[in-house]
DNA sequence: TCAAGACGGTTGGTCTTAGA
DNA sequence: TCTAAGACCAACCGTCTTGA
């Protein structure tokens, strides 16, 4: 089997679960009062790019949530985290320091759009006092407009919290799957995507929002695993 | 009306990596 | 080898919303 044969494959669960849990979601759409699982693995997917050879969406970021023992997060706390706040002081904005995807997100923006000057301090330190993130919150907002219409899929996969679990082995092979970091490519990312203005080379090449495992070797049975979660998975 | 759970905002912790 | 900085969450707490 090569990796396309294999990316073919993982396409197809993802397909499966579209189905299984009635259609892609969007963060603009989704709330807490919705039937989430406790814990779980999130894809997020390019609404403006397909795969090479298909009509699928391609998958831009994989997470999870709760890989440290004793951790209590779920995954919908993860995901609002990406959403950003929706009242409050910093309404239709969010906190870039408290979610990596955001972070990323913002970077490429004031990349793209030639705004390091405007935003010096976008994704320095993990706090930030009032004022800075007021200055800040155009951008957040800019980049809770992007994250929330990006169509995701999730599966249950309700292990106990650990680096070891199952959603850290799957979150973990999918990711270094779906990698052209440092690969011949498959599905390569349309010259339109926004991480190509990324400052991230794993970014950029890997063409998904992930850093962490982008350069590593995937272990083919993932897809097994994932198939076994996408038949747990329960629609919202 | 009120209890349970979701939300917003902030700070802290652990692990990895780069440089001295 | 040691240390500092960065990456990536996780936890906490007060406020708000929902629904029985």
Redesign the pocket.
């Known amino acids: 089997m090569t990796r396309r044969d294999d990316l073919d494959e993982l396409y197809r669960l993802f397909d499966d679960l579209e189905a299984r849990v009635g259609g892609r979601q969007t963060l603009a759409d989704c709330?807490?009062?919705m039937d989430w699982p406790d814990r779980g693995v999130y894809f997020f997917f390019a609404p403006e790019e397909t795969r090479e050879t298909t009509d699928q969406p391609r998958a831009t970021r994989v997470?999870?949530?709760?890989?440290?023992e004793?951790?209590?997060?779920s995954l919908?706390d993860?995901l609002?985290t990406h959403r950003g706040?929706?009242?409050?002081?910093?309404?239709g904005g969010g906190?870039h320091?408290?979610s990596?995807f955001r972070k990323?997100v913002g970077e490429a923006l004031v990349d793209r759009d030639g705004l390091r000057e405007t935003y010096p301090q976008w994704?320095?330190?993990?706090?930030a006092k009032?004022e800075l993130?007021l200055d800040e919150l155009d951008m957040e907002r800019r980049v809770s407009n992007y994250l929330r219409d990006l169509p995701f899929l999730w599966v249950a996969v309700d292990d106990e919290?650990s680096a070891e679990s199952q959603r850290a082995y799957i979150e973990r092979n999918v990711i270094a799957l779906l990698s052209n970091y440092q690969h011949d490519p498959v599905d390569p990312r349309s010259g339109e995507w926004l991480g190509t203005a990324s400052r991230s080379k794993k970014i950029r090449e890997s063409g998904l929002w992930n850093?962490?495992h982008v350069d590593e070797e995937y272990d083919p049975a993932v897809l097994n695993a994932l198939g076994d979660a996408v038949e747990k998975t329960q629609p919202l």
């Open positions: 709330t807490g009062y997470g999870t949530h709760a890989v440290s004793g951790s209590s997060t919908w993860r609002r706040a929706q009242r409050g002081t910093y309404e906190n320091r408290g990596v990323r994704g320095v330190g993990s706090t009032r993130r919290p850093v962490n």
